[in-house]
C-alpha cells in the first residue's frame, strides 16, 4: 500500500442534484462540493453512478465537470466517470473531461454486453492509450454483469495511466488477490462502505464512498485510525456507522442518499426515471438511523 494515494483515502461519489424542473442544479452541486470537502473529502467523483451517470446527457455531463473543477479550484481533485460499454464512447468522454482540466477519469467495466476478459483488457487498453489521465478502473459486476478479474488488472498495469481500482464486488478475497497481484503504486479503494475495514486489512487504501455525504468526518476519523495503526478506534467508529451504510443502501443507490441530503437540509432534487424516491415508510426508516448515527437531530 503506498504510503500517499494520489487520490486520498477518502472519495465521495456525489450525487448530481436536479432542479425543481429535473434539470442538473449547479448552483446546489457547487454548495454540495464544497460542503463534502469540508467534511473530509480529498477527491470528488461527478457522474459515477451514484451521480446518476446512466440518465445524464454527455451536454450534462461536460457542464458538470466544467463547473465541478472551477468550484473546488485545487482544494480537491476531481475524477469524471467517463466510462461507457461503448469503448468509442468511453474514449470520446474521457477525452472532453480531460479537455475540462479533471483530474483523472473513473472507468466502469463494460456493462450489458459481457466482453471477455480480454475484451475488458482491450477496452481499458484503448483508453488508456487515448488519454494522459490517470485512470481508476472500477469493477462492480452487480451492475455491469461482469467480474474484472485480478490477473486483468494486473495485465493492464503495463499502461502507467491505469493508477487505481475501485472494487465494488464485494469480495474480500479478490482484493486480497489484486493486492498480491499488483504493484504498490497502484491503489485499491474500497466501493462498498460496508467493506472499507475489511478490505483495508488486505491493502485497500480507502474508499469510494457514498456514506460520506452524511458522516464523512467520523469515515475519514476511522480510515485515518486504521491507517495510523489504532484499529480498535477504526472498528468502533464502523459499528457505530454500520446501520448508516446498511441504510443508505436499502434500495437502489442513490436513492436513499437523497433522501438523507434532504433531511440534512440540501436541495438534492429528485431523481430521474427509471429509478423513484423512497416510499415514505422507508423515509422514516432513513430519518430514524439518520438521528441514531447522529447524522441529523430530533427537533426540539
Known amino acids: 500500500m503506498s504510503n500517499a494515494p494520489q487520490f486520498g483515502r477518502l472519495i465521495t461519489a456525489m450525487i448530481t442534484p436536479f432542479t425543481p424542473t429535473g434539470g442538473v442544479n449547479l448552483e446546489e452541486a457547487q454548495r454540495i462540493a464544497n460542503w463534502l470537502i469540508d467534511q473530509g473529502t480529498e477527491t470528488l467523483v461527478i457522474a459515477g453512478t451514484t451521480g446518476e451517470s446512466p440518465t445524464l446527457a454527455h451536454e450534462e455531463e461536460a457542464e458538470l465537470f466544467r463547473t465541478m473543477v472551477a468550484a473546488v479550484k485545487g482544494r480537491a481533485k476531481v475524477i469524471a466517470g467517463t466510462g461507457s460499454n461503448a469503448t468509442s464512447t468511453a474514449i470520446k468522454?474521457?477525452?472532453?473531461?480531460?479537455?475540462?482540466?479533471?483530474?483523472?477519469?473513473?472507468?466502469?467495466?463494460?456493462?450489458?454486453?459481457?466482453?471477455?476478459?480480454?475484451?475488458?483488457?482491450?477496452?481499458?487498453?484503448?483508453?488508456?492509450?487515448?488519454?494522459?489521465?490517470?485512470?481508476?478502473?472500477?469493477?462492480?459486476?452487480?451492475?455491469?454483469?461482469?467480474?474484472?478479474?485480478?490477473?486483468?488488472?494486473?495485465?493492464?498495469?503495463?499502461?502507467?495511466?491505469?493508477?487505481?481500482?475501485?472494487?465494488?464486488?464485494?469480495?474480500?478475497?479478490?482484493?486480497?488477490?489484486?493486492?498480491?497481484?499488483?504493484?504498490?503504486?497502484?491503489?485499491?479503494?474500497?466501493?462498498d462502505d460496508a467493506l472499507t475495514l475489511d478490505f483495508m486489512e488486505q491493502g485497500a487504501c480507502g474508499v469510494v464512498s457514498v456514506a460520506s455525504h452524511c458522516a464523512g468526518p467520523q469515515i475519514r476519523e476511522m480510515i485515518d485510525a486504521y491507517s495510523a495503526g489504532d484499529k480498535t478506534t477504526a472498528y468502533q467508529i464502523n459499528q457505530n456507522l454500520k446501520p448508516l451504510f446498511d441504510g443508505l443502501f436499502m434500495t437502489t443507490n442513490p436513492a436513499p442518499v437523497k433522501a438523507a441530503m434532504e433531511m440534512m437540509g440540501f436541495h438534492p432534487g429528485g431523481l430521474r426515471l427509471p429509478l423513484v424516491e423512497l416510499t415514505s415508510e422507508e423515509k422514516d426508516r432513513l430519518k430514524a438511523i439518520l438521528v441514531q448515527t447522529g447524522v441529523i437531530s430530533v427537533p426540539a
Open 93 to 191: 468522454a474521457t477525452q472532453m473531461a480531460e479537455a475540462l482540466g479533471v483530474d483523472g477519469v473513473l472507468q466502469v467495466v463494460p456493462y450489458y454486453n459481457r466482453p471477455s476478459q480480454e475484451g475488458l483488457f482491450q477496452h481499458f487498453k484503448a483508453v488508456a492509450q487515448n488519454t494522459n489521465l490517470p485512470i481508476m478502473l472500477y469493477n462492480i459486476p452487480g451492475r455491469t454483469g461482469r467480474n474484472l478479474e485480478p490477473e486483468t488488472v494486473s495485465r493492464l498495469t503495463q499502461f502507467s495511466n491505469i493508477v487505481a481500482i475501485k472494487e465494488a464486488a464485494g469480495n474480500v478475497e479478490q482484493v486480497k488477490k489484486l493486492r498480491i497481484l499488483l504493484p504498490a503504486y497502484i491503489d485499491i479503494y474500497s466501493g
